[in-house]
């Protein structure tokens, strides 16, 4: 069985370069990043110098694999043409940066619906995910994340994933699994009998084969609640043990699992920032265990 790979989301801030010495810094051995800053629609467009250094570094690296991780203000389920439009633009974005990079793909939060039901947006993500793969490079993969269902979120169960997946029918449209959303959705993961019955239930209507990457995240809120709070790992209401089930289940082999996790405070400073070391550290103990 191939091992999981231990990643991390990392900052890119002056330059996406910086994100390979990021990865560096904390012995991340794959990444995650964001396009533009996931909170503003402008789009940061990065200079071929920029793209041309990044992928200089990302070449002497010993990284295995890169992942794009959309804004958040992106929602296929938008309620205007203007929202939807805008939505779209960023998803095609991050894609083409994927491409320039040679990123393995995008992770996308599909969107919401804000109460209107999944099953009356559903025809409208649909044609933007299809407009999204036509006018995209056909190299790169885009992962549909799973979501905690705070505020009526699409992905919240497998099933929705599933039927995406099957109506847009393209080898290109995967699933990002996170751990913590997948929880706080009600999925316990927290022992080896858990974690086989909700790899079993994803297999059953996403298909392992359709997996791409995994968030690796604690959660800091109990399983069913439906908000989505990262947590270092073992240190929220997953803990240790589900964390070692799924790095150790053979249907996550060889997947990259990319910490989203807020860190541990910093003894000088106080203040955590992000994925740190000490997580990337967490995660590599787990793999090393002989199960
Ligand atoms: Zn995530
Ligand atoms: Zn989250």
Same mark, same amino acid.
């Given at each position: 069985?191939?091992?999981?790979?231990?990643?991390?989301?990392?900052?890119?801030?002056?330059?996406?370069?910086?994100?390979?010495? &990021?990865?560096?810094?904390?012995?991340?051995?794959?990444?995650?990043?964001?396009?533009?800053?996931?909170?503003?629609?402008?789009?940061? =467009?990065?200079?071929?110098?920029?793209?041309?250094?990044?992928?200089?570094? $990302?070449?002497?690296?010993?990284?295995?694999?890169?992942?794009?991780?959309?804004? $958040?203000?992106?929602?296929?389920?938008?309620?205007?043409?203007?929202?939807?439009?805008?939505?779209?633009?960023?998803?095609?974005?991050?894609?083409?940066?994927?491409?320039?990079?040679?990123?393995?793909?995008?992770?996308?939060?599909?969107?919401?619906?804000?109460?209107? %039901?999944?099953?009356?947006?559903?025809? =409208?993500?649909?044609?933007?995910?299809?407009?999204?793969?036509?006018?995209?490079?056909?190299?790169?993969?885009?992962?549909?994340?799973?979501?905690?269902?705070?505020?009526?979120?699409?992905?919240?169960?497998?099933?929705?994933?599933?039927?995406?997946? *099957?109506?847009?029918?393209?080898?290109?449209?995967?699933?990002?699994?996170?751990?913590?959303?997948?929880?706080?959705? %009600?999925?316990?993961?927290?022992?080896?009998?858990?974690?086989?019955?909700?790899? *079993? *239930?994803?297999?059953?209507?996403?298909?392992?084969?359709?997996?791409?990457?995994?968030?690796?995240?604690?959660?800091?809120?109990?399983?069913?609640? =439906?908000?989505?709070?990262?947590?270092?790992?073992? =240190? %929220?209401?997953?803990?240790?043990?589900?964390?070692?089930?799924?790095?150790?289940?053979?249907?996550?082999?060889?997947?990259?699992?990319?910490?989203?996790?807020?860190?541990? @405070?910093?003894?000088?400073?106080?203040?955590?920032?992000? @994925?740190?070391?000490? &997580?990337?550290?967490?995660?590599?103990?787990?793999?090393?265990?002989?199960?």
């Amino acid at each position: 069985m191939s091992p999981i790979i231990v990643g991390a989301h990392v900052s890119s801030s002056g330059g996406i370069y910086n994100a390979i010495d &990021n990865a560096k810094l904390i012995e991340a051995e794959a990444i995650q990043i964001f396009p533009s800053a996931p909170q503003m629609w402008r789009m940061t =467009q990065h200079k071929p110098e920029v793209i041309e250094k990044f992928n200089k570094l $990302y070449a002497a690296s010993d990284l295995k694999e890169i992942w794009i991780h959309n804004i $958040y203000l992106a929602n296929l389920a938008a309620d205007t043409a203007e929202h939807l439009k805008k939505s779209i633009d960023s998803v095609l974005h991050a894609l083409n940066l994927a491409k320039q990079i040679n990123a393995n793909g995008v992770v996308l939060h599909t969107g919401s619906h804000k109460g209107k %039901g999944f099953e009356n947006v559903v025809d =409208q993500v649909v044609s933007a995910l299809e407009e999204i793969l036509d006018r995209s490079s056909s190299s790169t993969i885009l992962a549909l994340e799973d979501m905690a269902g705070q505020g009526g979120t699409i992905g919240t169960t497998f099933e929705e994933l599933g039927i995406l997946l *099957q109506r847009v029918n393209s080898s290109r449209l995967r699933v990002c699994l996170d751990t913590c959303h997948a929880f706080a959705a %009600g999925y316990d993961i927290r022992d080896r009998k858990s974690v086989s019955s909700v790899i *079993q *239930q994803f297999d059953n209507t996403i298909g392992l084969e359709n997996l791409a990457v995994i968030h690796a995240n604690d959660s800091k809120v109990d399983l069913g609640e =439906q908000k989505d709070r990262h947590e270092n790992i073992g =240190q %929220g209401y997953i803990g240790t043990l589900g964390f070692e089930e799924m790095i150790h289940h053979s249907g996550f082999a060889g997947k990259a699992f990319i910490l989203e996790v807020p860190g541990y @405070p910093n003894t000088d400073t106080g203040k955590s920032n992000g @994925p740190d070391q000490i &997580n990337i550290d967490e995660l590599k103990r787990i793999r090393s265990l002989k199960k």
